[in-house]
């Protein structure tokens, strides 16, 4: 049943949809790239959420985390039955792509945390599709898709996550055998965080330190069984288990593995990029290096699209909560103002809703960047790598920082009824602040970013060409104009970016005067070029935002045109008044600029103030999805609560036991 | 035990603690305040935990949520009893308070989250204490102590939380029966929230509206039994039951309630305040609102030295752990560091050891300085009293957001081993996210203390004398000359935040000009009032940790002295660096002078870099109260993960009967 079917919708939200200036379903066609792809998606979200098989009579969180677990599973086998029924009907995969966002907005609906062969689609059969030999392939491949194995992916260990050359699992060829023998020589060696391996899978991607004839060739990546396919015990030689509760990804069943000298078969190195040869040789193949980057690319494009999802979802539920609730009386007499009408409230959504935006563009353009550079690959020219690695660096770390920070926002602005997580802007929370550190952590991350834009500097100073996202370096050596038209606020950025980056050149070149090596210097820098890759990371959102918006807005309607335009005037107002030590500093802003800056992006929120339901309806997420007591199509907010809270097990007998075992002894002084 | 005991510890731990240049115990009597309190809050520890009653064999977070309520109401008991008994030989409460510190730090190591009997000594009891007439008292208060009955505080509804006059509830007299007839008129007029109510108490303090002869007298207070005293049974024309989970809280027993027609004695009334005669006159006692302010001050007292402990527990692991754990290797042929070592995390961590300072000296100055304005009321002087409240509004609303911030700041810094729930930041963060929210809004009370911000500078305009906290609105008339001592960047802050305050005034005056009434220009200026008083509340912390620093310090060796002028400059240049927009429209502050703060910033980071383990040790937390894998005493990390993980139920059989029941057949097409 799609939302738009219920009956029963609160009034004040019929009155926001009423008055909306533009037509809801055309943004939606805009948001998802045209009407066919909104038809196609709601094809497939009705195939998998029509039947009802995503909903749970008794909610998750009401179960222990093992039969939390145990429905995961249930939960998880439904949905794989459809999804394999479907795919022979039609090629989504191909249509879609693995990790497309109908299958999240899908799994979303089954999971208020996420399935437990989550890792199974999203890291064992990608992984095995690039790193393995066309051979390998044709015997992992369809066994994987056809789900006759279930894998994860074990790289991170107790004592290592970051430093991938410091892992310590080993894997030594034995060329008598001809076999690895894996072995986890510590504790801290212990594969740990692999989703799935705590009680799911049958195998793993494993990641080893690979030793040939006494010598070590770095890490690599094996396919090792983990457990019988018949009885599912854990085969001999290996120790692995459940790493416990998380604070969020609960029914991720994520686990721990280690080895004790356990063999696995030759053929088991995944040998796209290197080889092992039977006497034990060991055989680089030239290409390594380049294409294994191509999947971490990937997966951060993907996350920042996912960023935008999440971010939707939450601010959804916080603007059709801030719709219904009403609260307080400024004026004597005069009814309680929906939360909606308060500035502050706007203040802390609407720029989510931007920034919803900015995500989905700028996933969509690294995409086409990526896929740019790939070819430049397949030519031989590897020239575009380096900026294409160090603007998914910094766009993976700030977009989910960002987007965590305003999923807390949202849920801040649901008061105490965000906290219930039948709002479920906590599980958003919990689920979506992980991927700030996994798939590498925030602060790491932008220190990649700025050992390019250091070394893009020194290309300037020496009169050189600079790659196209970093040509702006050669444009502000000085204080930047002030303008305060679109174009100049992102020169200003720019212009930000540029100072900054200057500032750590000059830290750095202070401190090896001081005698200090490069390494040292560049320690003592840290806390300024991270500051510096934000910087630079902003400037990037900002254009990169601005040019979509006007480039896919230029075919709507007029009103929609005007909408779109707001939002992304909004992101660039919002960024400057954060940002006002940074425009003083880099640019010729003054006093009263300033003042016109906060007056300006006061009035814009209270431009898109009437529109703002309509804007998060365009998102076009069914309640299965949104899960939310707070944010349904509807907006039976306290209706829902109430229903919500009636499930609770404890609600299910007058008196709970604990009354008469500890409560009644202790008040009679037993 | 205490943790000095423990026989094994990692090495790294024993060569920070080695290295210290300070006696670490000194430190811990200064923050205790004096020897005396360190010995008789550790006799109090022990008394209650070397029992190891508080200890669980399976971890709270491996049940469901009823069993995890059974259990906290066992451990409730348990606790009770012991406290009980305790209060027969030492008088505990006269000694240390009803909410002091130590009682938070037992009841931290019973429970990861909280007692579903929080709310009966935390609100019930201290309302009875606050506003029944003396007779009342003598009733009740000493069937609560004794717990022979168990309660809560119902105040907020479904529909209604900040605006209290909006409350739904009636409690209509009836003079025939001279009853009070309590009624829910709608759904969203149901209580919710009130901890404890869920399945727990058996009277609730209960806010409603008074209404007498049909005329209505406001919210007023009553005692309501909800529960029959022998079989626990809800009471006739009562619905009540639990709310469902919430982000933390988890085992506080939230609750709802609502009454159909439910009638009370006229007794019942909480009658210190206002009276309701026989005959259904209402008598209002004079000093009605002034006291129930105390109450309310003395929370957030509470809640400010609250947040001061939360944040010292989480960055006692954070730092902990920093110094156990090794990771990368910025030069080859070297050892990984220490995670410590890296400037990053020195800059995420350190501003939390200063702000766990800076609060609870603040809480301390709170304390002293809402004393003064209750001795003031007693001579009848109220004219304090809206700058004490002014006071706590925004430091409730800053302490508990900068400290929930800093959490997580700490539990990102601990990466991936963070975001396990036995690292115990999780819950940390879930439990502080809450007072940022409860007990007054953030943006609310920084409404109301800019409410009185706007008010003192008209004073000051007209050339009236203004009071103490705020005189310094009357010295900041123009751009202060930049002065880079502790004092100068003191006055620094005092003069943005009256930039600031001057900015609205303006600002409120331009919307006047432009036809709105007061109130319509208030809400359009409502942004720049919150950060207003958000820069106000910077300054007065700023200047109340300087200046108590400098004051407990002064009887300190040399050594304490040093970290604790350290820390408190470490607060000073961490909140220029973090605004030097404000610096740069408020101050003369130059560009070099910004480049010269950014170094001094990050020299003393690496001052305080020696003393990071002792200054955490200095808080004196136990492992019990800790809870925490990564922040245990000895730093045995790793071990203590692998020990917690091997608790989970999931892990005490080999195969589950999922795979039977759902995997096996979806693997072989069944």
Known sequence: MSNKETTEINADLLKERRNCSFDVEELTNVIDGGKVQTDKRREIENLFLNSGLSYDDVPEEYLSPKDRYENAVRKSAILSKIAMDMLEKVTVLEEFGIQSPVLRRIADAFFREVSPFLLHLGMFVPTIIGQCTVEQKAYWLPR???????????????GHGTFIRGLETTATYDENTEEFVLHSPTLSSYKWWAGGMGKTVNHSIVVAQLYTKGECHGPHTFIVQIRDLD??????????????????????????????????????????????????????????????????????????????????KAVTIAVRYSAVRRQSQPKPNEPEPQVLEYLTQQHKLFISISTAHAFQLTSAWLWTTFTAVLADMRDGNTDTLPELHALSSCLKAICTSDCSAFIEQCRF???????????????????????????????????????????????????????????????????????????????????????????????????????????????????????????????????????????????????????????????????????????????????????????????????????????????????????????????????????????????????????????????NKL
């Open 231 to 312: 009885s599912h015990m854990p085969l001999k030689g290996l120790k692995v288990g459940d790493i416990g509760p998380r604070l969020g990804f609960q029914t991720a069943d994520n686990g721990f593995l280690g080895f004790d000298n356990y063999r696995i078969p030759r053929e088991n190195l995944m040998m796209k990029n290197a080889e092992v040869l039977k006497d034990g040789t060991y055989v680089k193949i030239a290409r390594h290096g380049k294409l294994t980057y191509g999947t971490m690319v990937f997966v951060r494009v993907m996350l920042v699209s996912e960023m935008a999802f999440n971010l939707a």
């Open 413 to 667: 602005a649901c008061g105490g009824h965000g906290y219930m997580i039948s709002s479920n802007l906590p599980s958003l929370y919990g689920f979506t602040t992980a991927t700030r550190t996994y798939e590498g952590d925030y602060t790491v991350l932008l220190l990649q970013t700025a050992r390019f834009l250091v070394k893009m500097w020194e290309q300037v100073e020496q009169g050189n060409a600079v790659t196209p996202t970093l040509e702006y370096l050669t444009r502000h050596q000085n204080k930047e104009i002030w303008d305060e038209s679109p174009e100049g606020i992102i020169r200003a950025f720019e212009s930000v970016s540029a100072g900054k980056v200057k500032g750590c050149v000059a830290s750095l070149r202070k401190h090896m005067k001081d005698g200090l090596d490069y390494e040292d210097a560049w320690q003592l820098t840290t806390v300024q070029l991270v500051a510096a890759a934000e910087a630079h990371c902003r400037a990037i959102l900002s254009r990169v935002y601005w040019t979509e918006t006007v480039r896919v807005s230029a075919g709507s309607s007029s009103e929609v045109r005007a909408v779109l335009h707001q939002l992304a005037a909004l992101y660039l107002l919002y960024w400057a008044t954060e940002r006002t030590g940074d425009l003083l500093r880099f640019t010729t802003i003054s006093e009263s600029d300033l003042v016109n800056l906060q007056e300006r992006y006061e009035e814009l929120l209270r431009k898109i103030r009437p529109n703002a339901v309509g804007l998060v309806d365009a998102f076009d997420l069914r309640d299965e999805t949104l899960r939310s007591t707070l944010g349904s199509y509807d907006g039976r907010v306290y209706e829902r609560l109430m229903e919500e809270a009636l499930k609770s097990p404890l609600n299910q007998e007058p008196v709970n036991q604990s009354f008469h075992k500890y409560i009644k002894p202790l008040m």
């Open 144 to 158: 994987a898709l056809r789900m006759e194995i279930i894998g994860t992916y074990a790289q991170t260990e107790l």
